[in-house]
């Protein structure tokens, strides 16, 4: 497994380590939803977002 760590640290999560985060590679903004798939054979992707909870 590998570890990746959104830009603004909030969390940590382990991927394989035949795949990849998808945003970059593709050019699209490192934000929400961050899209993770395999490198090759790829039928599709996973995709994790955040937010903020906001107090009340």
């Known amino acids: 497994m590998k570890k990746f760590t ?3 640290g909030v ?3 382990d991927i394989p380590v035949g795949w990849d985060y998808r ?6 903004e490192n934000s929400p939803p961050f899209s993770f798939e395999p ?3 790829s039928i599709g992707c ?3 977002s955040h937010y903020k909870k906001e107090k009340k």
């Open 39 to 41: 490198f090759r054979n």
């Open 6 to 8: 959104s830009p603004d």
């Open 11 to 13: 969390f940590e999560i």
């Open 46 to 48: 996973f995709q994790v």
């Open 23 to 28: 945003n970059e590679i593709v050019g699209l």
